[in-house]
């Protein structure tokens, strides 16, 4: 019988189960179904929101069609709550089970697979910022030489703005992607608005959400707890291909670039890109304020102990005052 985990002694079981799969529990997913038998679960899935993960099924167990039973009753779930998208990650062994229910791969790792199923796809997402760089730059992708960036900026420092001039004055146009995911401490609004902020001066500079493909739960979920086990690593090289192999086409990108790095999961991070997009990506060397790296974290460090004014001198000039209020709101300071 399948059914929902709502007792801490049963998401405690599943945890138990997961980690004999070599996987991690679920941190705060909408939901969780199970099976159990004799009071032993014998297959789980979860989800959060459109994010279907964590599948896993009793290996004495397989040719029942439970991963088969549990993943259908969990779509049908997200169906009729109207969730129009679905987006899996899951180990190659369950992929032919997502491909008998219509999903169709992404990208795919000797660890790791993703699919989708529904609307709004890659590709509808793809379209959709093709026709708003077409829209900006006057002229059809591939006809513009576009370089690309993607950023947190959380917040946008002048550490952001440097990388972000140095690449536009190398392109027609530069493609500045924020990340969606709200795992942070600004919002996706308040990052979005202060990069737009930032780089209104510059007229060659494209201000675009990352979508759910780029530096998200969906590919790269350790990026936001800032760490990397080699499980973690499989997702980082699928996020990594996914831009290369569908972004860059696509877009017709010809360079992302990137900062150095002082936390050793971003330095492994952005050692993953730069095998996988080769000459593709460059990587710039952080700019210093005093002989520090100017971070985010700094900025954030400096705005939660009151020294507003330390923390402004690190951003760009146009965002000061934004941020300013927002720092009031979150932390209490002025």
């Known amino acids: 019988m399948i059914r929902q985990a709502l007792l801490?002694?049963?998401?405690?079981a599943i945890a138990a189960f997961l980690a004999l799969a070599d996987l991690d529990a679920p941190r705060n997913p909408t939901e969780t179904l199970f099976a159990e038998e004799n009071g032993v679960v014998i297959a789980t899935v979860s989800r959060t929101g459109e994010l279907v993960s964590h599948l896993a099924v009793d290996p004495t167990r397989r040719g029942e069609n439970l991963a088969e039973a549990i993943t259908s009753e969990l779509i049908a779930r997200m169906n009729a709550e109207g969730i129009h998208r679905r987006l899996v990650y899951t180990k190659p062994e369950y992929v032919p089970i997502f491909m008998s229910l219509h999903f169709q791969t992404v990208a795919v790792s000797a660890k790791v697979v993703i699919?989708?199923?529904?609307?709004?796809?890659?590709?509808?997402?793809?379209?959709?910022?093709r026709t708003a760089i077409e829209r900006t730059t006057g002229r059809?992708?591939?006809?513009?030489?576009?370089?690309?960036?993607?950023?947190?900026?959380?917040?946008m420092t002048l550490g952001h703005l440097g990388l972000i001039e140095y690449a536009a004055a190398r392109h027609a146009f530069l493609l500045v992607f924020v990340l969606e995911e709200d795992r942070s401490a600004f919002t996706y609004q308040e990052r979005s608005a202060m990069v737009w902020l930032g780089c209104r001066v510059l007229g060659n500079v494209i201000v675009l959400p990352s979508t759910k493909y780029v530096v998200s739960d969906l590919t790269f979920?350790?990026?936001f707890l800032k760490t990397m086990d080699d499980r973690d690593e499989a997702h980082a090289r699928l996020d990594a291909v996914i831009f290369r192999d569908r972004f860059m086409p696509a877009?017709?990108?010809t360079k992302r670039y990137i900062g150095t790095e002082t936390d050793p999961m971003m330095i492994r991070y952005n050692a993953i890109l730069k095998e996988i997009l080769k000459t593709g990506i460059e990587e710039?060397?952080?700019?210093?304020?005093?002989?520090?790296?100017i971070s985010a974290s700094r900025v954030r460090k400096l705005l939660a102990t009151g020294e507003t004014e330390a923390a402004l001198a690190l951003v760009p000039p146009a965002n000061r005052s934004m941020l300013k209020a927002i720092a009031k709101s979150k932390y209490g300071k002025s």
Do not use: K, Q
């Not at 801490?8 to 405690?12: F, K, L, N, T, Y």
């Not at 699919?115 to 910022?129: F, H, K, M, N, R």
């Not at 710039?284 to 790296?293: F, H, L, N």
């Open 8 to 12: 801490a002694e049963e998401r405690a």
């Open 115 to 129: 699919l989708e199923s529904g609307y709004p796809l890659l590709a509808d997402e793809l379209a959709t910022i």
């Open 140 to 155: 059809a992708v591939g006809e513009t030489d576009l370089g690309a960036i993607v950023v947190n900026c959380n917040p």
């Open 221 to 223: 979920p350790s990026y």
């Open 251 to 253: 877009l017709h990108i």
């Open 284 to 293: 710039i060397v952080r700019y210093e304020a005093d002989g520090d790296p």
